[in-house]
């Protein structure tokens, strides 16, 4: 099952919405069946294994499918660095000695299914009280708070360094890989999830990465050129994303725009299937992104899904 996703805008008010804190984290889905856990990423691949902490959650709850985020805490703080190196560990060694060093929690914030019964179609408030009443554990599993005042949370999320707020129409139904307005985001920072398009080599090197070409799908589903990072990445983020992107070359751009010389000037294009995120400041009127910093590579989200945010 594909999340529910949020639109952003504008936070709502009124008594018909509750707001919760948007997490800094990797969104999931946890199906526990026969007290087996298997948990799922955005896209729907199966992240199981990267995650052992998480697992004891299957002999604790009936049969129950959790909607929720997996963050790391540092400082009190998520971190979404801290969190990246454990997004694409396929590895059961590697992953068991990661969860040692630097374990993860979830943060729950909806409940899908319960003792065999589904849930989606009942509004959100009656999935809210189901999902108060599990006894999550406190260790690895705990309750994502929800709050009657919009205003007062994003205040405080800004003041307390987290990423933001979604706020939730109270009689909203759960509706799986949608994107709806029924669940708006508020960020205090912008990031943007983009496809990579192609890359640059880094100066003094014809083949290693020093800026990749991204770009985005528009409301009409035609992909977009949305200009070009250097800033944020790495040696071994370039080595990585040199090996993901080895068999994915192409001779011309895959965007619908017509570049310029500047553009197409020492580019190497690929096949768009490697998304990142990136953070910037807004979006130029030609559709660039202004100032990107490379952030992660994100192995959890379908390329399919990549739209320009405003």
Not at 149 to 154: I, K, P, V
């Amino acid at each position: 099952m594909r999340p529910m996703l949020a639109s952003t805008g504008t936070q709502p008010a009124g008594l018909d919405w509750a707001h919760e804190v948007k997490w800094d984290g990797m969104r999931i889905i946890a199906d526990i069946t026969d007290a087996q856990v298997r948990l799922f990423s955005r896209s729907g691949r199966d992240v199981t294994v990267g995650f052992p902490e998480l697992r004891p959650i299957a002999t604790m709850l009936p049969d129950v499918v959790l909607d929720g985020e997996v963050i790391v805490l540092r400082a009190g703080v998520p971190s979404f660095e801290a969190l990246a190196e454990r997004m694409h560990v396929t590895d059961s060694r590697q992953a068991a000695e990661l969860a040692e060093a630097q374990p993860v929690s979830v943060m729950a914030f909806d409940v899908l299914r319960l003792y065999g019964v589904e849930l989606l179609d009942r509004p959100w408030h009656a999935r809210r009280a189901s999902l108060d009443k599990l006894e999550l554990p406190v260790d690895r599993w705990r309750l994502s708070p929800e709050y009657d005042d919009g205003a007062a949370l994003l205040s405080a999320t800004l003041e307390q360094g987290l990423e933001g707020v979604v706020s939730k129409r109270r009689e909203s139904s759960y509706q799986p890989g949608r994107r709806s307005r029924d669940w708006i985001k508020t960020a205090h920072r912008r990031v943007q999830s983009c496809l990579v398009i192609g890359w640059r080599p880094e100066i003094g090197s014809a083949d290693r990465i020093g800026a990749l070409l991204l770009g985005v799908f528009d409301e009409t589903r035609q992909l977009r050129f949305a200009g070009r990072v250097g800033s944020g990445i790495g040696g071994r983020v370039a080595a990585e994303l040199q090996r993901s992107l080895a068999d994915a070359g192409r001779r011309d751009p895959p965007v619908m725009d017509t570049l310029s010389r500047v553009d197409l000037a020492g580019s190497n294009w690929c096949e768009p299937i490697v998304v990142v995120d990136v953070r910037h400041v807004g979006w130029t009127e030609a559709g660039r992104l202004r100032q990107p910093v490379f952030r992660t590579v994100r192995s959890d989200l379908d390329p399919e899904e990549i739209r320009r945010e405003p």
